[in-house]
Structures are given as C-alpha cells and as structure tokens.
C-alpha cells in the first residue's frame, strides 16, 4: 500500500515553462488537495476536488491550474512557471466518510521540490 | 477567515523531557476541527493527533496531548518523553466549520531534541 505518491521528487524550470505535477493515491479517497510549502509559512492550499471530474480553488489559486479525471489521480499544472512558484508542492487526500467532515485526516504524500530560474 | 498563531520559531528541549508546543487561533466559528502535523527532515507531513472543538476531553496518542483551551482559543501540543526521533517541525493546523475539510496551517515550530 503505497498511501500517496508524487511525481517528480524534483524539478527545475525555466521561468516560462509548463510542467505538470502528478499525485495518486491508492486509498480511494474522495478528496484530494494540492498545498505548497514556502520558508517561514505553513502549508497554503492551491487547489482541491471532491470527487472524480471536480475541481475547486484554495487560497492561492492564481497560476495553477488541476485536473481530476481519474479517483486516484490529481494533476497540478504549471502553465507558465515564474520565480515565485519556486516552492515545495504538497499533494493530500482524505476519504470523507465521516458526517463531520473536519474530522477526517488529510494524509500527505512525500512532496515535489520545484524550483523556478 | 482563520487564522493560526505559533509563536515559537524554535526550540530545544532535552531527550526524555516534556516539551510543549503553542497554538493559538482565531476564528469566529463555535465548531472546528484542530489538527498537528509533524514534519521530519525528510520532508513528509505526518498526521499526530486531532481534536474537535466540541469534545470536552483533551486528545491523547501515545506521546502526543493536546491541551485544548477552548475559551482561550489554544490548542498547544504537549509531546512526553522526547525522543531523539521527535526533532522536527511541528505544525498546527485547523479546519475552519465541522463542515469544512479545508485545513489551514500555522507557520510550524522546529523542535530540536538533544541527547
């Protein structure tokens, strides 16, 4: 049982070049998300989906773009990278069987080191 | 919209010791979920412990407490005979409504246990 996995580990870019960041999960989850990590700050959400085909936007949603077209898979997209994208990318899922929905663990994979020149 | 306060950019605390970790946050909500992460020099985030804002006992796994202060709005982390293994950053985070599966996240706290 693999749990959560990220692909690539790391990547450099190009200021201007696109790349996509893949996340499955093996758990079946229904709700997966996409965090970045920067210095000094917590994790802050991009983007998240509920289900297969859904996607929504988190607090820092400006130059990415998500893609849920399979359950087990989350895709993360960088159309264009700028410097400020530098970061660490994290990508999560939780299954939402509870009917408190705060209640459900979010479980991490081991993150994508992305750097932007 | 939340916000999660942790003051304590760093500490040390002496293997086999109790250390605590504080957290405060504001939210305007009766219900939350309050979450701690623990985060390795390898990098992965790893779920220690979950409290409810409705639940009148203090969250316990293994090592890991939560004292939950509701009316003072904190949620510090009390980590019981530290082991060498426990260095890392620690990071709260909290769901804003039972409701909402959003987590948002403080700026974490980097413990440094020493032998």
């Known amino acids: 049982n693999a749990g959560v996995t990220q692909t690539p580990k790391f990547r450099v870019l190009k200021t201007g070049q696109s790349m996509t960041l893949l996340c499955a999960q093996d758990?079946?989850?229904?709700?997966m998300y996409w965090y970045r990590q920067d210095p000094g700050m917590g994790l802050r959400l991009i983007h998240y989906?509920?289900?297969?085909?859904?996607?929504a936007k988190g607090e820092v949603p400006d130059g990415y773009n998500v893609s849920r077209l399979k359950k087990q898979n989350f895709l993360l997209g960088l159309e264009s990278a700028a410097p400020s994208q530098t970061s660490v990318y994290f990508c999560?899922?939780?299954?939402?069987?509870?009917?408190?929905?705060?209640?459900?663990?979010?479980?991490f994979g081991p993150g994508t080191r992305l750097l932007v020149l | 919209a939340q916000k999660i306060t942790q003051t304590q950019p760093g500490m040390f605390v002496q293997e086999k010791e109790a250390v605590t970790l504080d957290c405060t946050y504001d939210?305007?909500?009766?219900?939350?979920?309050l979450f701690w992460y623990k985060q390795p020099s390898s990098g992965e985030m790893i779920f220690l412990i979950y409290?409810?804002?409705?639940?009148?006992q203090n969250a316990t796994e293994g090592r890991y407490s939560l004292n939950f202060q509701k009316a003072r709005k904190s949620a510090n982390l009390v980590i019981s005979a530290s082991q060498l293994g426990d260095s890392a950053m620690y990071f709260c985070?909290?769901?804003?409504?039972?409701?909402?599966?959003?987590?948002?996240f403080g700026a974490g706290t980097t413990v440094t246990v020493r032998a």
């Open positions: 999560a899922s939780s299954l939402q069987q509870s009917r408190r929905l705060a209640e459900e663990t979010q479980y």
């Open positions: 758990m079946n989850h229904e709700y």
């Open positions: 989906s509920v289900g297969e085909g859904t996607t």
């Open positions: 939210t305007s909500d009766q219900s939350y979920g």
């Open positions: 409290q409810g804002s409705y639940d009148e």
């Open positions: 985070a909290m769901t804003p409504t039972l409701n909402d599966y959003k987590l948002s």
